[in-house]
């Protein structure tokens, strides 16, 4: 089996608090892999980890078969991600940023910029100013400048959260295109389980720090399960 992602005992502590506690998280080549816990469980800290913006204390991270150091800068430029929330230059259009973006990361192509944009559905409004997007926008704005590079993972912070039904609707379709057209793996956070259950192919629940469950949607659908312990809603 090969793993895109896979986590040994991954740790991390803040003097005496253990955030993330002997984590060992497998996400397969393709998948929508939907990472749910309540706030403060430490989802963040795992997606922080894992794109090289925290360090471990403790375990070890593979990405793509090979294990991810703090100078992997070849693993990190085959990733996209949004940690917390995307964060624009609000005076900008999107195709600013996208192109600001770009030029600072050293990858301006603008043929790249606006196949981004059609993908996630923004070109007819990529020359608005971006305090005029509603939530919604801004995140596919965010995965927009996150795919502009063509990533095979995608690591994606709640990006559900806070979106209207049509919203959420059109981020879904947007993930299965991205995960079965563009050959891209997603690892996807997610507190509330009534969402991510619609869009992912296998959950890890984290509680506390601790991974305390992975299983395959195909498996609760074939085993009929009632999985009351995935339930993390507050
Ligand atoms: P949320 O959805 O609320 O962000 P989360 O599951 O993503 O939740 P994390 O943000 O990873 O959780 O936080 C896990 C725990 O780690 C929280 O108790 C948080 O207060 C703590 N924590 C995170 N960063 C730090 C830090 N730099 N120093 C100390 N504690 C931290």
Redesign the pocket.
């Known amino acids: 089996m090969t793993y895109i992602i896979q986590t040994n005992q991954l740790t ?1 502590s ?2 005496e ?1 253990h ?2 506690s002997n984590v060992n998280m497998k996400v397969k080549k393709g998948e929508i892999y939907g990472f749910l ?12 980890m894992l794109t090289g913006l ?1 360090k471990p204390t403790g375990g070890s991270i593979e990405i793509f078969g090979e294990k991810l150091t703090e100078t992997s800068y070849d693993l990190f430029a085959r990733m996209g991600s949004i940690i ?1 929330y995307p964060v624009f230059y609000d005076k900008l259009t999107a195709k600013e940023n996208l192109a600001l973006h770009g030029e600072y990361m050293g990858y301006y192509d603008k043929q790249a910029i606006d196949e981004a944009l059609k993908l996630v559905g923004l070109t007819s409004i990529s020359q608005k100013s971006v305090k005029e997007f509603s939530l919604g926008m801004k995140q596919r704005l965010g995965i927009a400048r996150a795919i502009m590079t063509k990533p095979q993972l995608l690591i994606l ?2 990006p559900i ?1 806070g979106l209207d039904p049509v919203g959420i609707k059109e981020l879904r379709s947007l993930f299965q295109m991205l995960c079965h057209e563009y050959e891209m793996t997603l690892l996807i ?1 997610s ?1 509330i389980l009534g969402e991510i259950e619609l869009i992912a192919d296998t959950i890890g629940v ?1 509680k506390e ?1 601790r991974l305390i469950e992975e299983v395959s949607m195909k498996d609760i659908r074939d085993r009929n399960t009632e999985y009351i312990e995935l339930s993390t809603e507050q």
């Open positions: 991390k803040y003097k608090s955030v993330v816990g309540p706030n403060g469980a430490g989802k963040t800290t795992v997606m922080k925290v917390e912070d709640e959260n956070s507190h984290i720090g």
